[in-house]
């Protein structure tokens, strides 16, 4: 039986469409909607962005507000090693945006140094670009990027200004020196929407990858086995679990839907079977957009999963 510690980040610093932040806010209505006692029963430590940084211009076109997820993301790594060293606990993380996972897993690194850190990333998406490739800027496209240490400049097509650089390479070194994860500890799991430059790095460095189909063939207990059995050299593992890895048909309560995702009941399944792992150190929900919702949908939902994820390491049925 785990301790557990909730990490609340009310971030969408990294987003490209605004509500993101209000993430933490609607998953505690969605567990008051079940009648749970939830949030009263975990302690939790809220990191709060500074929302008038959302006002401002754009400086850095190639990495939207890096200097202040740079910031935010120092904190939750400083928080994150704190929850592992100090406090002896299972770090929850439920966050706006899925550029908080650079401080999550740095978090981790920082705890664990000189361990393998393993992460299982459930997403529609690879977040893999970086300020010479993005196509957008917006930075919860590049954590992964971020924690491997990788610029691919092999299939640039931006030229970031210094400041950029300069924080990027900043971002890269959170907690401790990059790279905190390797290729080959890295597994990508329900993933159908890419761009070339990260197809180019998913190929070359043969990262991983289990689709949707994959799962519906081989069942969600088999997908959980061999993507921990791919991981088996680690010594830890990390579970990032983006919302938009189900169907849009589920709810739109995300800021990038994507078709032909998972249903809710193969996410909450998959994620219990991971956790069973005894090596499974940190779990992380992100990226669920209120806003764009009705009802609150995919806030109940995630609060679904997140539960059963709860009762998986807490063994409280």
Same mark, same amino acid.
């Given at each position: 039986?785990?301790?557990?510690?909730?990490?609340?980040?009310?971030?969408?610093?990294?987003?490209?469409?605004?509500?993101?932040?209000?993430?933490?806010? %609607?998953?505690?209505?969605? &567990?008051?909607?079940?009648?749970?006692?939830?949030?009263?029963?975990?302690?939790?430590?809220?990191?709060?962005?500074?929302?008038?940084?959302?006002?401002?211009?754009?400086?850095?076109?190639? %990495?939207?507000?890096?200097?202040?997820?740079?910031?935010?993301?120092?904190?939750?790594?400083? $928080?994150?090693?704190?929850?592992?060293?100090?406090?002896?606990?299972?770090?929850?993380?439920?966050?706006?945006?899925?550029?908080?996972?650079?401080?999550?897993? &740095?978090?981790?690194?920082?705890?664990?140094?000189?361990?393998?850190?393993?992460?299982?990333?459930?997403?529609?998406?690879?977040?893999?670009?970086?300020?010479?490739?993005?196509?957008?800027?917006?930075?919860?496209?590049?954590?992964?990027?971020?924690?491997?240490?990788?610029?691919?400049?092999?299939?640039?097509?931006?030229?970031?200004?210094?400041?950029?650089?300069?924080?990027?390479?900043?971002?890269?070194?959170?907690?401790?020196?990059?790279?905190?994860?390797?290729?080959?500890?890295?597994?990508?799991?329900?993933?159908?929407?890419?761009?070339?430059?990260?197809?180019?790095?998913?190929?070359?460095?043969?990262?991983?990858?289990?689709?949707?189909?994959?799962?519906?063939?081989?069942?969600?207990?088999?997908?959980?086995?061999?993507?921990?059995?791919?991981?088996?050299?680690?010594?830890?593992?990390?579970?990032?679990?983006?919302?938009?890895?189900?169907?849009?048909?589920?709810?739109?309560?995300?800021?990038?839907?994507?078709?032909?995702?998972?249903?809710? $009941?193969?996410?909450?399944?998959?994620?219990?079977?991971?956790?069973?792992?005894?090596?499974?150190?940190?779990?992380?929900?992100?990226?669920?957009?209120?806003?764009?919702?009705?009802?609150?949908?995919?806030?109940?939902?995630?609060?679904?999963?997140?539960?059963?994820?709860?009762?998986?390491?807490?063994?409280?049925?």
């Amino acid at each position: 039986m785990k301790k557990i510690q909730l990490i609340e980040i009310k971030s969408e610093l990294g987003a490209g469409t605004r509500g993101a932040s209000m993430a933490v806010d %609607a998953v505690k209505i969605a &567990s008051l909607d079940f009648g749970s006692s939830y949030f009263k029963k975990y302690p939790s430590i809220e990191i709060q962005e500074q929302y008038q940084h959302l006002l401002e211009p754009v400086k850095n076109d190639y %990495a939207k507000r890096i200097k202040h997820i740079n910031e935010l993301n120092q904190e939750i790594c400083s $928080k994150v090693k704190s929850t592992v060293v100090n406090d002896n606990a299972f770090p929850i993380i439920i966050s706006g945006d899925h550029s908080s996972s650079i401080g999550t897993i &740095s978090g981790i690194k920082a705890a664990y140094p000189g361990k393998r850190i393993g992460v299982i990333w459930i997403d529609a998406h690879a977040d893999m670009h970086s300020p010479y490739t993005t196509p957008s800027g917006n930075m919860h496209g590049m954590p992964l990027a971020a924690l491997l240490g990788e610029d691919n400049k092999e299939k640039q097509i931006n030229n970031p200004d210094e400041e950029t650089v300069k924080y990027w390479n900043k971002l890269k070194n959170i907690g401790s020196p990059s790279p905190k994860i390797m290729y080959e500890d890295l597994v990508l799991v329900t993933l159908r929407d890419t761009e070339p430059q990260e197809d180019h790095l998913i190929k070359s460095k043969k990262v991983k990858v289990f689709t949707v189909s994959e799962m519906r063939k081989k069942g969600v207990e088999r997908i959980s086995i061999e993507a921990l059995y791919a991981l088996e050299q680690c010594d830890f593992i990390h579970v990032s679990f983006d919302v938009d890895s189900m169907d849009p048909s589920i709810s739109k309560g995300t800021g990038t839907p994507t078709p032909n995702g998972i249903t809710e $009941k193969e996410a909450g399944n998959f994620i219990y079977y991971l956790l069973r792992n005894k090596k499974i150190c940190c779990f992380e929900i992100v990226e669920i957009n209120p806003t764009l919702d009705k009802e609150n949908i995919m806030a109940e939902n995630a609060f679904e999963v997140l539960l059963k994820a709860t009762n998986r390491l807490t063994n409280d049925f």
